[in-house]
């Protein structure tokens, strides 16, 4: 018998209810290992009808289509002569499971349900399926008549069981089960177990492979054997973009790893294996009695061994060597994921491309840098002969009629634009210098406009309708006045730039027409203060930088100067951030930290406390009055704010004041890709109120005032002053 085995598992970029597309890209990928020589194929979680169904995954119709779709993978016989681990939903008994199947030339040899069903952040799978909550427990899965001729039976079984080959075992992980305190590869590696597979529905998190990373080698360096990891990629129809980085390890050794990001709808990566090392790494007496006591699993049968003697005399093969793994900067993978999923979107919506209201600050900036990202990844991947990108830029850029642009400043030009929307008072020459240079240094199709008319005429309708002549508070206006005025400022732009985005395509001949995606450009520090207007510009149709915090962009523009040699940008990032809303004079220009009362790096404290830390308001105090602190050590260049515990109230304060009367805010945020632990989504992330009670008059603000109160008394009393009643 032999001890040498091949296996494979993939990154596939499927798209929520495509199940005819996802299942070809599931044959494609099955060819692909069968390719290499392996034995054994795991795929993604929910694979045949995406992972992103959401509700759908509720109707009768999906599970229909899911089983048609597998009947068709089982009736190919190319996919026959390797073991499959398939994701899909099952009905069973009228309820619902999240399932793993496997099979073998035609039949089912197992379905396998989750056990531990994800339901933090951005996951909730306990509305749409049950855990099957029986470890160790197996019954009889009454399979529908479509698949009777094939299976040779009417039934199959269905529950927490591994599959026993004559060489080896394999037993089932889903996803979320590997992060658990006692997860399920602990009892069956103990059971014997040797192949432990995970198929996996994991999204992008800024900073957060290596954990994931830390976690998949933890499961074999404790217990020993093989883990293979498939994971899903690409944008499947929701805010997410799924990261891939499909890999393999051996006894904590990792053998194989794909792409974190890639435009590639199919990546198979493999690794040979000696199961004999799997049996030494092993050894240790201590495991051997733990493992007598562990409990037993069913095993299904079948005749296909993993290993062949004949593979084991061939001295080619060779088993895989240890890899170092490989992981990107913050700034590398703002660039690729967003890139990535912005070229996803566009693919798959039937739009002619993307327009950005361009306003020289550097949010704006960010999100223009972010689309010429995704034109170099894309001028990449045709020069690579990826056809699947070719055929969608042949689709998308009319204008050289089936030539594909040589450059991604050429991509550019046909699928991007960008509009400076100025004010002859409010706007400085330098930010729509900026916007200029910009746009033609990545080649976007620039338009420079002023918006004086729109304006003065929304206004004149205060004045004739009211006979009110509102000001701005540089002309001694109210802050009701200021906030009209500027507001009209912000709406008009929102509505320009559809105009805009509707007309532009047939204006420039553009073949077909079409009409563009506006991008939105509001981070997250901005969503979660309310630092916006509602229904101006960060109303858009999908935002690539919501969940990304103001100092990880200026790291990524300042990354972007060079990487993509874009000298402009550096005018950006020395840039006093502002909105320009307000007519600028002499002595005032308007600034967003002061109107925010707080800086952008502060912001991103509070955003973490309140939501990775779960802190309220008096929690947040209690934190940072020591954080902040004068008598925190500071070692190098810490640039950790020092206030006195007065300031850090009065911060804690104005940051929860203005998000609770801004969260209604949050209710129509455009989609923002999800890239960050603490983002404000209202959507299904972040679920809060929207209506809150008056914080200022809170328990927690009182609780706040004591502290605060019992800390200056002790304070004044240590420095010997005399204390006020």
């Known amino acids: 018998m032999g001890h040498l085995i091949t296996v494979a598992t993939c ?37 045949i009808c995406g992972y992103g169904c959401l509700d759908h995954l509720l109707e009768q119709d999906l599970y229909l289509h899911s089983l048609q779709c597998l009947e068709t993978i089982l009736r190919d016989e190319s996919c026959y002569d390797i073991i499959l681990d398939v994701g899909m939903p099952i009905l069973h008994r009228n309820v619902r499971y999240n399932c793993r199947i496997i099979c073998f030339n035609g039949k089912i040899l197992l379905i ?13 799978e306990q509305r749409f399926f049950t855990p099957w909550l029986r470890p160790q427990y197996c019954e009889d899965y009454y399979l529908p ?81 093989i883990y293979i990891y498939a994971n899903q990629q690409g944008c499947d129809g929701d805010r997410l973009y799924y990261d891939g980085c499909a890999m393999i390890i051996c006894n904590g050794k990792l053998l194989a790893q794909g792409s974190q990001f890639s435009l590639s709808d199919v990546e198979v990566v493999s690794a040979t294996v000696d199961l004999e090392e799997v049996r030494a790494y092993r050894c240790a007496p201590s495991r051997g009695l733990q493992a007598v006591k562990a409990p037993v699993y069913e095993r299904i049968e079948t005749p296909f061994e993993l290993s062949s003697e004949e593979g084991d005399l061939d001295m080619s093969r060779v088993p895989s060597l240890e890899i170092e793994p490989r992981y990107y900067s913050p700034e590398e993978e703002i660039a690729l994921c967003t890139g990535a999923y912005l070229w996803d979107y566009l693919r798959r919506c039937g739009a002619a491309g993307y327009l950005v209201p361009l306003s020289g600050g550097i949010d704006s900036c960010a ?56 004010m002859s008072k409010q706007s400085s020459k330098e930010t729509r210098q900026r916007a200029r240079d910009l746009a033609e240094a990545i080649g976007a199709y620039h338009i420079n406009l002023d918006i004086d008319e729109i304006y003065h005429a929304q206004r004149n309708l205060i004045v004739n309708t009211l006979n009110f002549d509102p000001k701005f508070k540089v002309e001694g206006g109210t802050i009701a006045e200021n906030l009209t005025l500027q507001n009209i400022q912000a709406r008009s732009r929102m509505v320009t730039a559809y105009e805009f985005a509707q007309i532009l395509p047939t204006t420039r001949k553009r073949p077909g027409g079409g ?5 939105g450009s509001a981070n997250v520090g901005e969503s979660l203060r ?41 005018d950006f990032l020395t840039a006093v951030p502002t909105a320009e809303l307000e007519p600028i004079t002499e002595t005032y220009v308007q600034s967003d930290e002061v109107d925010m009362g707080m800086t952008y790096d502060e912001l991103t404290t509070f955003g973490r406390l309140r939501k990775v830390d779960k802190l309220g308001p008096y929690g947040m105090f209690q934190r940072l009055v020591h954080e902040w602190g004068p008598s925190r050590p500071r070692v190098g260049d810490d640039a950790t704010p020092v206030y006195t515990p007065k300031q850090v109230a009065e911060k804690v304060k104005r940051f ?39 914080f200022f008059q809170s328990i927690g603000f009182k609780c706040i005032d004591q502290d605060l109160a019992k800390m200056e008394s002790k304070q004044k009393g240590s420095t010997g002053e005399d204390t006020v009643d």
């Open 515 to 519: 009409s563009l995606l506006v991008l």
């Open 656 to 694: 929860f004041h203005y998000y609770a009367i801004n969260r209604h805010k949050m209710t129509t945020i455009t989609p923002a890709l999800h890239c960050n632990d603490y983002s404000p989504d209202d959507n299904r992330f972040d679920l809060r109120p929207f209506l809150y009670p008056p």
């Open 145 to 225: 008549r479509m698949l009777w001729k094939l299976q040779g039976s009417n039934k199959v079984r269905i529950g927490d069981a591994v599959i026993s080959t004559p060489d080896t075992t394999i037993g089932c992980e889903t996803c979320e089960e590997l992060f658990t305190p006692d997860p399920p590869h602990n009892h069956m590696s103990l059971n014997g177990v040797e192949v432990i597979t995970n198929s996996s529905g994991s999204h992008f998190t800024l900073r957060k492979l290596n954990t994931r990373m830390q976690l998949i080698t933890e499961a074999t360096r404790k217990n020993g054997g």
């Open 367 to 422: 999100t223009a840098t972010i689309v010429f990202s995704m034109c170099r990844l894309v001028i990449e991947a045709c020069k690579a002969g990826n056809e699947q990108v070719i055929a969608d830029v042949k689709r998308l850029a009319k204008f050289g009629e089936g030539k594909i642009p040589d450059t991604a400043e050429e991509l550019c030009n046909q699928i991007f634009h960008t509009v400076y929307m100025g």
């Open 530 to 570: 309310g630092y916006f207007t509602k229904y101006d510009c960060s109303s858009a149709d999908i935002n690539p930088i919501g969940s990304i915090d103001k100092s990880d962009l200026k790291r990524f523009i300042a990354w972007a100067e060079l990487k993509f040699e874009l000298p402009c940008l550096h």
């Open 11 to 47: 990154n596939l970029n499927q798209w929520a209810l495509d199940f005819e597309g996802n299942t070809k890209r599931i044959i494609e990928s099955i060819h692909k290992a069968k390719d290499a020589g392996a034995s054994l194929r795991v795929g993604p979680e929910l694979e």
């Open 112 to 124: 396998r349900p989750k056990l531990y069903l994800a339901g933090d952040g951005n996951y909730r």
